[in-house]
Every structure is written in structure tokens, then in C-alpha cells.
């Protein structure tokens, strides 16, 4: 539960926000994580000393429900000369350590990030008349947060997250949403780490799909062109009734160009998915060849889940051949040595241990398997296909309802377990799937119904690699919804 409050409103869980001013004495109590942040929102807003504030009841670290202990909404004119309506902006904290002394986040250093190294802000256009600022995005940006706190998933600029569902819990058509910089907060270098701004930006379902397809930086270039849709700052407008295509349908074209020429910038998903292998049975219920919704799966590696992790990091460089990062990568404390190790970047497996030691657990090849999806993350197959592999790419889905993944490499990413010879190749239950150029053409083909929601079976046989009975079966169904909120999967940018 949350109350809204002013922000100097007395009370024991929301002090008064000190700025530069704030009398030193209470300045040395407040929270530092906390009173940084207060000071980069002071330094925008001058004249808002006290803004109201969404607050936590219980705290988090308290055992409440939500991770944010505050939300502060401001009150922005914008710029009407550059297109900028005046709006309610929306900040967040508690994704960032406020407090320093682990009751939340583990203190890593000052020259790393801290906590999760963001927060979260959103721009709501205010309507007319409007007084005070709607208390809904609060709770959207806490579905989020507890998304974050409960996966260890970060965020970073051009990632998506659909949400099904409009925003306001209205009938608006904004039901899904892109982050992006904000462009007026500024990373602050807090006592316990640095902390940038991701601001969270309301989209039609076609305009989400469009940044699948190409990519969320692209899509928001082309929503900060067209006023009514955010305008430079990305200002979100629930009432907006036309996609970004309906308004200027030029820039579907520049979408489709766009497209065909780079493909996707998507390199993988978290997504409800297993695999089996129809080799032949498992021999015992510890078999990782066998990888079944519903049973509990053996886990990757650490070093196999370091692999994916930098997988999904670095995606392809366009002017370089793509490469999976090694499979025994140089590590300290099962973390590489340019990350914190504090905290998971996107798709890190819960467990940096293996239940076998990996030097023990060999790499298969398999001579048919069964890959199967929920109906969401198939959705995706043909963006994987089309967007990813007939570019040279790879694309990698990681479940999260088990400690697995399946990777799909084109034939010109190097560093790959899975080969021309041995297409279909698991290292305990991370699988990898080689197909070339002629085997995508062919699938694409059979999956043009991928969508709807009847159960989809492919065979093919590998006539153009070097294992004659290879095949895959795919399977796409409806399946229980996720644990991200609204049923929604978080996803990754390359």
C-alpha cells in the first residue's frame, strides 16, 4: 500500500526533501543516496521544494510490498515554442541505494553503480484543468520495480516491455512502453555509486512492435518527430488515439527500410520456453537432455550463464562479424572482471554455481529436438528468423520459469558450441541451433500462422547440413502467464 503526501508533510517514512539549503544538521541525517537524488531534482525544479510524493507504507526493507519507497511527482510548464506541452513528471526511489548500509542493496563501491544503478521517471501530459497529477503511474512504476527486484534484470535505454494492457487501467490504445535517457535529469554520483535516469515512454501496440522488429532507439527517434506522440521529451498522452503510422505514414516506410537494411537489434528475450531431446529418452530425472515445462530443470553453469549474459550485452557490432563470447570466459568470483558483482545484468542466471561443475558437464550433439514456446514469445520466432539469423546474427531465448536457454546462431557467428557438422548441440541445458540461410527461408515459410493460438508442429529434415536425419519440432501454445507483470516478458537490446 502507498500514501500520497507532500513531501514536507511531517510524518516518520517521508522527511521533508532537503535541497542545497537544507540546514546541514538535517541535511547529515538524511539519507545520502537519497538526499543526492532530492538534489538533482532540486537543481530542475527550484521552485518545488516539497512535491507531492507517493510513499510507501511499509518499506520494502520492512517486508512491504513495494520496492519504491518514494515516487515525487512535479509539476513541468514544458516549452510550448519547442512542441513541449506542460505535463507531470515522475521520479522514482529505490531502485538506487538510498541508504548505504545494505538493508536493501549490497554496497558495491563508489565508482560503480548503485543498486541497480537507475531510476525510473515518466512524463504524463497534463489535461486541461488538471490540479494535481494522477497517482497511477506510481503504481506502474512499482509493477516495474518489483519486476527488477524480483528478476535482478536491469533496464538501459531502447528496451521495451509489453504490457498488454493500457496503462491507466482505461481504454487508451497506450498499452505498452519504450525507456529511454531522460532529458533533463542528469546522472548523479551519489556516495554509494552513480545513478542515471531511464524514462519510461507510453506506446501503441503497432509502435511496440515496430521496435521489435528494428529497434526501440529507432522508434523513439521517430516519436520525438511527431508532437502529439512525445515531441523531444517523449511526453506520454493516454489519450492519444493514432499510432505514430496512422499520423505520418511515411515513417512505416523508414521502419521497413530500416528493417531490411539492419535487421534487428534484439539479440534475445526472457521468455517462457524448453526444449527436449527426441534423441532418446533421458536415462534418469538428473538427464539434463530432457527439459520440460513444469519439472524442475537442472541449472546452467555460471560460466554458461556468463556466456549468455554477454551474449545479450554485446549483441553484434554492425561492422564486425558477430561472435558468442567464450564459453570459459576469464572470471573472478564467477563474475568477469569489468562488471560489479553485485548485481545481474540482463538474463543472469539466479545461481552463479553450478549443481555439476562445468569442466565435468560435456557438450552434446543431438540429432533431433522439440523446442516449445508460449504464444508471446513464438510471436517472436520470425524476428529471430528474419531480423536476427538472415542478418549473420544470433538471437537467445532464456526462460524464466527454469534455469535454461536456447540459442539460434546463423552460420557466421563464430564461437558457437553448435556447428555446420553437429547443427544441434547442448551444453547441459543451454542448446544451441545452427541453421543456415535455406533452412530459415524454409521455416519462415511454415511459421507465416505463427500467431494464432493452435498449437504449431515443424519437421524438417537438414537436408542442408551434415546430419541427413536431423530435425526440429517446434511447438507454440497458450501457457500460463509469466511472472513479469501483466504477463509480459522483460526484454534485451543488443
Not at 179 to 193: A, I, K, N, S
Not at 244 to 251: A, G, N, Q, S
Request: charged share 20%; glycine share 8%.
Amino acid at each position: 500500500m502507498a500514501e500520497l503526501r507532500p513531501s514536507g508533510a511531517p510524518g516518520p517514512a517521508a522527511p521533508p526533501a532537503p535541497g542545497p539549503s537544507a540546514p546541514p544538521a538535517f541535511a547529515s541525517l538524511f539519507p545520502p543516496g537519497l538526499h543526492a537524488i532530492y538534489g538533482e531534482c532540486r537543481r530542475l525544479y527550484p521552485d518545488q521544494p516539497n512535491p507531492l510524493q507517493v510513499t510507501a507504507i511499509v518499506k520494502y526493507w520492512l517486508g512491504g510490498p513495494d520496492p519504491l519507497d518514494y515516487v515525487s511527482m512535479y509539476r513541468n510548464v514544458g516549452s510550448p515554442s519547442a512542441n513541449i506541452p506542460e505535463h507531470w513528471h515522475y521520479i522514482s526511489f529505490g531502485l538506487s541505494d538510498l541508504y548505504g548500509d545494505s538493508r536493501v542493496h549490497e554496497f558495491t563501491g563508489t565508482d560503480g553503480p548503485s543498486g541497480f544503478g537507475f531510476e525510473l521517471t515518466f512524463r504524463l501530459k497534463r489535461e486541461t484543468g488538471e490540479s494535481a497529477p494522477p497517482t497511477w503511474p506510481a503504481e506502474l512504476m512499482q509493477g516495474l520495480a518489483r519486476y527488477v527486484f524480483q528478476s535482478e534484470n536491469t533496464f538501459c535505454s531502447g528496451d521495451h516491455v509489453s504490457w498488454h494492457s493500457p496503462l491507466d487501467n482505461s481504454e487508451s490504445r497506450i498499452q505498452h512502453m519504450l525507456l529511454t535517457e531522460d532529458p533533463q535529469m542528469q546522472p548523479v554520483q551519489t556516495p554509494f555509486g552513480v545513478v542515471t535516469f531511464l524514462q519510461i515512454v507510453g506506446v501503441c501496440t503497432e509502435e511496440l512492435h515496430a521496435a521489435q522488429q528494428w529497434n526501440g532507439q529507432g522508434i523513439l527517434e521517430l516519436l520525438r518527430t511527431v508532437p502529439v506522440a512525445g515531441g523531444p521529451w517523449l511526453i506520454t498522452d493516454m489519450r492519444r488515439g493514432e499510432t505514430i503510422f496512422e499520423i505520418d505514414p511515411h515513417l512505416q516506410e523508414r521502419v521497413d527500410k530500416g528493417i531490411e537494411t539492419d535487421g534487428s537489434n534484439l539479440s534475445g528475450v526472457s521468455a517462457k520456453c524448453a526444449w527436449d531431446d527426441l534423441s532418446r529418452p533421458p536415462e534418469d530425472d538428473e538427464d539434463s537432455r530432457s527439459i520440460c515445462i513444469g519439472t524442475q530443470p537442472r541449472r546452467l553453469s555460471g560460466k554458461d550463464t556468463e556466456q549468455i549474459r554477454e551474449t545479450l550485452r554485446r549483441g553484434l557490432e554492425i561492422n564486425s562479424k558477430p561472435v558468442l563470447p567464450p564459453i570459459n570466459p576469464q572470471r573472478q568470483n564467477g563474475f568477469t572482471h569489468d562488471r560489479a558483482p553485485s548485481r545481474k545484468d540482463s538474463l543472469e542466471s539466479d545461481s552463479s554455481t553450478a549443481i555439476v561443475p562445468h569442466e565435468l558437464i560435456r557438450t552434446r550433439q543431438l540429432e533431433s529436438v522439440h523446442l516449445k514456446f508460449n504464444q508471446e514469445s513464438g510471436a517472436l520466432i520470425p524476428l529471430c528468423l528474419r531480423g536476427r539469423l538472415l542478418h549473420g546474427r544470433h538471437f537467445t531465448y532464456k526462460s524464466i520459469t527454469g534455469d535454461m536457454a536456447i540459442t539460434f546462431v546463423s552460420t557466421g557467428v563464430e564461437g558457437a558450441f553448435a556447428t555446420e557438422e553437429h547443427p544441434y548441440a547442448a551444453h547441459g541445458p543451454w542448446l544451441q541451433i545452427l541453421l543456415t540461410e535455406e533452412f530459415v527461408e524454409k521455416m519462415l515459410e511454415d511459421l507465416e500462422d505463427l500467431t494464432s493460438p493452435e498449437e504449431v508442429s515443424l519437421f524438417h529434415s537438414n537436408s542442408g547440413l551434415q546430419s541427413p536425419g536431423a530435425r526440429v519440432c517446434l511447438s507454440v501454445c497458450q501457457s500460463p502467464s509469466s511472472n513479469f507483470p501483466k504477463s509480459t516478458a522483460g526484454l534485451r537490446r543488443s
